[in-house]
């Protein structure tokens, strides 16, 4: 197994490298290093030397990706791609346009996200499970058929009338917690029962109608039958037998987003004030901030292989006849 | 029996767990602020959209950032906070500068003589302004800096100002305006003001060409090198130079570039390892000002204390008309700030700080940022004397202060274009047939909710220059009927095109359709405003296609000419009227000077610009009025802009907070507001009494819905088999 994961991680250079280079390329194609110094420097008064001064500054006054005036290597070396590039693979993020330390800001705004997005990822999961077990349950009635138009009304709804519909009840006209925010010292829970709920809820529609859909193959195998046939009870059936033969799939699906979910999410974390990396991102992209875009691509990147990685491994501790080679 | 037993069992299980979470709070449950410090009056308030970028006073260049600037640092200048129009007023130094004018030689000469070649500004520091407490102050027994480390290791364990235990002060010097402004010309900081006061500032080119050779590993030391336009003539009183004639420039010292800055604070901040923690000048200012920073997460929260050795400052004892009346005077003669605390905390989206403002979390609406983009809509009703709030706010007691910022929106046409620019009486007529078809108090009635007055020139009101009534009116598109301008009939503008060879929208000669192009920012305009705007102008035969783009496009075609309407805005530096008319000057043209000029329409006129350059350097009165007139005459005539408007800003302020006028230009004025903390608390308790039934109504809902399945499941197990 050791092999395979070092085999998988050398497999990811090339995957970096491409997803650096294409993050590069998309946001040079929309934005050129002027843009960004008149982003940075503001719009008012802003001279071709100020723009220049910038861009020398922050290391965008060398082309893009080939350095004709170069030679050499330094053909290749000496450009905004390569500079900008290498030090990522040396974890090395640097500072965002407006001077802050990146690594600093990264390691301080992951807990919040992390915060709302393992007790949603968890409860989602549970109750997704718990859902799609009982609507398994009732396979072909009317509860089965209902529960399936109910699955897709939840499915069509948009994300942001939760959020909104979401904090207009329960914060506004309810009064129960805080409309948003975080507070990290005290009572930080008080802040994450609207998110997480909203997150949880948003999520049981598709979460609950594909597992149903994973449970209802495994329910119609023989190995079902035959437990019904030895006597064992249904809850028996869905949580000693169908639920341990479905985790194969269900690994496919969950495990590769734990690493991710540092990275939290663009629209809960705008619109609850939670000050994660979610937020960071969005911020990053609405102010032409390249250099944290890139760093975050490039974690998000990492974090995902690491997922597919954990993917794979978790297959083995479900199912031993997987073997890692 | 024994299923209800158990039913009952969980409901009361639940209302025990709500009635234990209930218990767990001691104020209202939406509660979103922390607890303050008791005895302090905290002022809560909001930043939003974005944290501030910049908080240096040599980088930052914007509104949302000179909010907390204006409060930390004190400009030489400021303006008084009640008086309109506006009045500058004598800040960190003692009086409004001394002026002497020089000849090539550096000799006082008179302002008549014809041979002014500098300006120098003299000023005398006030002796009782101190710096706020910081470690970068703090000295041992000997004197020496106590936090001049030389290693990243050795300052390690400070992560941000807090951290350090000792702190010091000592009072504002000369010498500390001079380094700021030294400051402002290091290409290394990159600051904005480079570009523009290079061009005044005597020297200050050179100055920073000279600094650019220096190695710059550690910190550099400005006071080592010379600016021949700025002189420290003793501790207290100080001069800067300028090249020419620039009456404006006082103005600039009353904005936070021109703040004194101490060396010793420049130099903590380049302890080594500091920048790798943020602990920077761009992160934790340290100024003179009424306040200063105690907390910086950009990502949730600021928080500003009371600079305990703030300089005694009080609220003015006169203002304009109607300050007495409105109670902004009961305060005049008190020493202020009046609040201890201000907390701005970080908004990204409209639902929760409205939300929070009608709960009273938040003391008012907003900062910088009012009614623009029609947040607030929902506060207010079109009633019989115009907006008015809603019964809703109206029996929260909330008051409305509204401000028309010193700024606008406007439409250009751009000058060059072979279609619709030019100087001819035909493009001119075709230009004015525009203007009138655009019914602007329509446009700002459905999409401003009438929160605008539409402009008959760039200056806009409370500046000098500004016309009122029929004298100010632009007689090509409006007339005066019944004591106010009424905007011609539209058959003027059809019988406008007949003559600009444009009968019925078409071309007399070849028979096409008049097309125009339009370009807009995406974000800036939604399917309604186009649909309203096409139809507008198909009452002349005029058809319009929209090129929407993101704001870098935007400004690339504007650059390159490649426009022939475009929208756009300014937010004037100062309240002078040289500000917006600069606009239009050729000089600022991106066609003429191959720069990012601010004269987008390439207006390009020369008699306008003949008498752009006697008003800037004329002083106020009747002559600079009359040149002013003309000027506007010739924007009128010319029809450079489509349309132009002036936005008015409406905020919101809750019960107890006093002193809320606005000012248009500076932020700095928390120092003038008024908290009354137990009327606050009163009002916070009783708009938030927790709604409870929900919580019950959703566990009955829960337990009903599972009912069935729990009954039909049980139903199952005892079931014969059927198969």
């Not at chain 1, 005036?69 to 090395?92: C, E, H, P, Y």
């Not at chain 2, 021949?228 to 207290?236: N, P, S, V």
């Not at chain 2, 939300?355 to 079109?382: I, M, P, W």
């Not at chain 2, 401000?403 to 030019?422: A, C």
Request: aromatic share 12%.
């Amino acid at each position: 197994m050791f092999a395979y994961i070092v085999r998988r991680l050398l497999y990811a250079i090339p995957i970096l490298i491409g997803v650096n280079l294409l993050t590069f390329t998309l946001f040079f194609v929309v934005n050129t290093p002027d843009d960004m110094a008149v982003s940075q420097l503001g719009e008012k008064y802003v001279t071709p030397e100020a723009i220049e001064n910038w861009k020398k500054k922050n290391g965008y006054d060398k082309p893009l990706f080939v350095n004709a005036d170069a030679s050499g290597t330094s053909q290749l070396t000496d450009t905004i791609f390569f500079n900008k590039s290498v030090r990522l693979f040396a974890f090395d993020f640097g500072r965002s346009e407006s001077g802050r330390d990146i690594t600093t800001d990264v390691s301080t705004r992951m807990w919040p996200s992390l915060a709302v997005a393992l007790p949603t990822f968890i409860v989602g999961i549970g109750v997704n499970i718990t859902i799609a077990l009982m609507v398994v349950m009732f396979h072909a009635t009317r509860l089965d058929r209902g529960a399936v138009f109910l699955f897709v009304a939840l499915m069509s709804i948009s994300y942001l009338f939760y959020i909104i519909g979401g904090q207009y009840l329960v914060a506004k006209s309810w009064r129960l917690v805080p409309v948003s925010g975080f507070v990290p010292e005290g009572q930080v829970w008080r802040f994450l029962v609207l998110p997480v709920m909203v997150g949880v809820i948003a999520g049981i529609g598709a979460g609950a109608r594909w597992y149903r859909t994973l449970f209802l193959e495994e329910a119609n195998q023989d190995y079902v039958r035959t437990a019904r046939a030895k006597g064992c009870s249904e809850l028996t059936i869905l949580f000693k037998h169908i639920l341990p033969n479905a985790m194969i799939p269900i690994l496919t699906g969950v495990v590769v987003l734990i690493p991710t979910l540092f990275m939290g999410s663009l629209l809960i974390e705008s619109f609850f004030g939670i000050p994660g990396l979610g937020s960071y991102m969005l911020d990053a992209i609405n102010s032409q901030d390249f250099a944290i875009v890139r760093s975050m691509v490039f974690i998000g990147s990492i974090l995902y292989i690491l997922g597919l990685i954990l993917t794979d491994i978790s297959y083995t501790l479900a199912d031993p006849r997987v073997r890692l080679s | 029996m024994k299923a209800a037993l158990r039913f009952a069992a969980l409901l009361a299980a639940i209302s025990l767990a709500i009635g234990l979470t209930s218990g767990c709070s001691e104020g209202p449950w939406n509660d979103p602020n922390p607890s303050s410090p008791p005895n302090k009056i905290t002022y809560q308030s909001v930043m939003t959209p974005a944290p501030p970028k910049h908080l240096d006073t040599a980088l930052s260049y914007a509104t949302d950032e000179a909010l907390f600037l204006m409060q930390i640092y004190e400009p030489p200048l400021g303006y008084h906070f009640l008086k309109r129009p506006y009045e500058l007023i004598p800040q960190s130094v003692e009086q409004l500068p001394e002026v002497t004018y020089l000849d090539k030689d550096g000799a006082p000469v008179d302002l008549e003589s014809g041979e002014v070649a500098y300006t120098r500004y003299q000023m005398t520091v006030r002796p009782e302004a101190h710096y706020q407490p910081h470690p970068a102050f703090a000295v041992d027994a000997s004197g020496e800096p106590l936090y001049l480390f030389s290693t990243a290791q050795e300052g390690a364990r400070f992560h941000q100002v807090p951290d350090f235990p000792e702190l010091g002060s000592r009072p504002v010097q000369a010498g500390d305006f001079v380094y700021a402004i030294k400051r402002l010309a290091d290409p290394v900081l990159g600051s904005p003001m480079l570009g523009l006061m290079g061009q005044y500032i005597v020297g200050m080119k050179e100055f920073s060409d000279r600094i650019d050779e220096e190695p710059r590993e550690r910190w550099l030391d400005l006071r080592q090198y010379e600016m021949t336009g700025l002189e420290i003539i003793d501790d207290q009183t100080f001069s800067i130079t300028i090249n020419g004639r620039y009456p404006q420039f006082i103005y600039w010292l009353a904005m936070h570039f021109f703040s004194p800055i101490a060396p010793e604070v420049d130099r903590f901040y380049k302890n080594p390892g500091f920048v790798d923690r943020n602990l920077t000048l761009d992160w934790w200012p340290v100024g003179a000002g009424p306040f200063m920073m105690v907390k910086n997460n950009p990502n949730t929260e600021i928080v500003l204390e009371k600079n305990p050795n703030y300089r005694p400052d009080f609220y003015p004892t006169e203002g304009e008309q109607g300050d007495a009346e409105a109670g902004f005077l009961d305060d005049a003669g008190k020493r202020l700030p009046f609040i201890d605390r201000a907390v701005f905390r970080l908004e990204k989206t409209v639902l929760p700080l409205w939300t929070k403002f009608l709960q009273g979390y938040y003391d008012r609406s907003g900062e910088v940022r009012g009614n623009t983009n029609r947040v607030f809509d929902q506060a207010f009703v079109v009633g019989p004397d115009g907006l008015e709030l809603t019964e809703e706010l109206r029996g929260h007691d909330i008051t409305v202060s509204q401000d028309v910022k010193p700024g606008m929106y406007y439409y250009g046409f751009n000058m060059r274009d072979p279609v619709i620019g030019g100087y001819t009486d035909e493009r001119r007529k075709l230009r004015r047939a525009l203007q009138i078809a655009f019914d602007l108090e329509e446009y700002i009635n459905i999409f401003y909710k009438g929160n605008g007055i539409a402009g008959m020139s760039p200056i806009p009101p409370g500046i000098p220059g500004f016309m009122d009534g029929e004298a100010g009116i632009n007689p090509y598109v409006y007339d005066w009927v019944d004591g106010k301008a009424q905007r011609k009939p539209i058959e003027h503008a059809k019988q406008l095109m007949i003559e600009a060879g444009y009968p019925n929208g078409r071309n007399a000669v070849t028979g096409e359709p008049l097309k125009i192009f339009i370009d807009v920012q995406s974000q800036a305009m939604n399917n309604t405003t186009m649909n309203w705007i096409t139809r507008t102008f198909s009452q002349i035969g005029v058809q319009v296609e929209y090129r929407p783009a993101d704001w870098n496009r935007t400004r690339e075609k504007l650059l390159t000419g490649n426009t022939q309407i475009f929208s756009h805005g300014w937010i004037a530096d100062y309240p002078d009227p040289e500000n917006f008319l600069f606009l239009l000057s050729s000089s600022e043209s991106p066609l003429i000077c191959e720069c990012d000029g601010a004269n987008n329409a390439n207006y390009d006129s020369r008699e306008y610009d003949d008498l752009f350059e006697q008003m800037r350097l004329e002083p106020s009165g009747p002559a600079r009025d009359k040149i002013i007139s003309r000027m506007i005459d010739l924007y009128q005539k010319d029809a450079i802009w489509l349309y132009t408007f002036f936005p008015k800003d409406n905020y919101l302020n809750n019960a107890w907070v006093s002193n809320t006028k606005r000012h248009g230009i500076t932020p700095g004025n928390l120092k003038y507001l008024r908290i009354d903390p137990e009327h606050r608390a009163e009002r916070q308790a009783q708009w938030n009494q927790p709604v409870t039934w929900p919580l019950y109504a959703g566990a009955i809902l829960l337990l009903l819905l599972l009912l069935p399945g729990v009954i039909a499941y049980r139903r199952r197990l005892k079931a014969t088999a059927t198969h």
